[in-house]
């Protein structure tokens, strides 16, 4: 992996350069916020391990300004202090990952690992789903049928995805509610069927033929290859 360290205390910067290039890394060390902003934006990495105390500018700046740039690069931030709002602040700013000082060089190398893990998984994943003339974009955030623009709330988006990714399964109302909600506990159940009567009037109401079904006593699913 290519690697951008941002660490200001050097005895440690040295130490984890050591050891990543001992696995194999390509590393560049930085040791403020500023450059590794500016690092972060010139080159591609595959990962950024981000101290949260620097000088120039935070690490939390610093992952805020890149994801505000767009850059999806997988962030372990490294953080002194194991206080809850410190790890929240981080997960926040687009971090993907923390790790408390002092850690075990063992315990880095397995957290850049799974988070190595998790990009690939990402990158691998188609990013349109497709169901017959209705596609939704799962990076762009929009759906569209017969190339006209479909405008969804955040919820109806996340609706039709989980019966998208699950093409002519039947979806019960529960699987949808913990797909959607998270099994919100203040969230009534027939919600889902609210919903999916949102969905269809944006969705099935102007076009042929209907992809949603009602499955009578089970759920819902679209229409797919397994129906
Ligand atoms: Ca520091």
Do not use: C
């Not at 767009?70 to 790890?87: E, F, N, Q, S, V």
């Not at 109806?156 to 797909?179: I, K």
């Amino acid at each position: 992996m290519h690697i951008l360290l941002v660490e200001d205390e050097r005895r440690l910067a040295a130490a984890v350069r050591r050891v990543l290039e001992e696995e194999g890394h390509v590393v560049d060390v930085v040791y403020d916020g500023e450059d590794g902003l500016y690092q972060a934006l010139v080159e591609e990495y595959d990962a950024i391990i981000l101290d949260v105390m620097l000088p120039g500018k935070d690490g939390f700046s610093v992952a805020r300004e890149l994801r505000a740039k767009g850059r999806t690069t997988p962030i372990l931030m490294l953080t002194a202090r194991d206080a809850i709002p410190d790890r929240v602040a981080g997960l926040d700013a687009g971090a993907d990952d923390y790790l408390v000082k002092p850690f075990a060089l063992s315990e880095l190398l397995a957290r850049l690992r799974a988070l190595d893990r998790r990009a690939r998984m990402s990158a691998s994943e188609p990013h349109v789903l497709r169901v017959g003339d209705l596609e939704l974009d799962l990076r762009a955030r929009e759906a569209r049928r017969q190339g006209r623009r479909i405008e969804l709330t955040a919820k109806e988006f996340a609706l039709l995805e989980a019966l998208m990714r699950h093409p002519g399964q039947v979806l019960t109302r529960s699987q949808l509610l913990d797909m959607v909600w998270h099994y919100d506990a203040a969230i009534e159940s027939n919600i889902v069927d609210t919903y999916i009567h949102y969905l269809r009037t944006k969705v099935d109401k102007d076009f042929e033929p209907k992809l949603i079904r009602t499955v009578r006593g089970a759920g819902y699913a679209i229409r797919g290859e397994r129906v």
